[in-house]
């Protein structure tokens, strides 16, 4: 769809949870995503850590962002933490 000149910086939002790897879903939905939207990765800690490290050490191709990751956040009867890996374009 990113190939698509319809479906270009039509949106705002870009979310995932489950899906893949941070950096490989921006490289393939980057062009989705409209000037100063926002990315949202759902992730484990451990997960969030390693992918966050992974992009500032090997960026994927488009523009540079600051991805950050938020506190951590405990799931209710004990089903683990989970945070929030994100970037703004």
């Known amino acids: 769809m990113g190939h698509k000149p319809l479906f270009q910086k039509r949106f705002d939002l870009l979310t995932a ?3 893949g790897e941070a950096a490989v879903i921006y490289a393939d939905a980057r062009r989705l995503l409209a000037d100063h939207g926002r990315w949202i990765f759902y992730k ?3 997960q969030a850590e390693a992918e966050l490290a992974a ?3 090997s ?3 488009g ?3 600051h991805w950050q990751l938020t506190r951590r956040e405990e799931l209710p009867d004990g089903a683990g933490a989970r945070v ?3 970037a703004r374009s």
């Open 17 to 19: 949870r489950a899906v």
């Open 44 to 46: 484990t800690p451990e």
């Open 55 to 57: 992009l500032q050490k």
């Open 59 to 61: 960026p994927p191709p």
């Open 63 to 65: 523009p540079r962002l």
């Open 84 to 86: 929030f890996l994100h």
